[in-house]
């Protein structure tokens, strides 16, 4: 199994960034995903998750109407679109298979100005 985040930078506040997790080694379509993030000192905190269709979304309610998780199953690929970024959103950011803990080495997203 392995999860490869990217899409990660340097943003100003107000702006937005595209979020990528390619997946790899198990079988994508049939696990609900999340997106998680850890700031600078702080824990693990779930942002996003979906369905294994993509049918179905929830969100924390510090990102709710900012951000917007999907995927792609035919690319074996998760994204979360980030708008309206606030200083307080930075944190790397990981993809993670329903319940577990994230694999991956993350992506670092930086939010100022």
């Known amino acids: 199994v392995q999860l490869v985040e990217s899409g990660g930078g340097l943003v100003q506040p107000g702006g937005s960034l595209r979020l990528s997790c390619a997946a790899s080694?198990?079988?994508?379509?049939?696990?609900?995903m999340r997106w998680v993030r850890q700031a600078p000192g702080k824990g693990l905190q779930w942002v996003a998750i979906i369905n294994p269709s993509g049918g179905s979304t929830v969100y924390e309610d510090s990102v709710k109407g900012r951000c917007t998780i999907s995927r792609d199953n035919a690319k074996n690929t998760l994204y979360l679109q980030m708008n309206s970024l606030k200083t307080e959103d930075t944190a790397v950011y990981y993809c993670?298979?329903?319940?577990?803990?994230?694999r991956g080495q993350g992506t670092k997203v930086t939010v100022s100005s």
């Open positions: 993670a298979i329903e319940a577990q803990r994230p």
């Open positions: 080694g198990f079988t994508f379509s049939a696990y609900g």
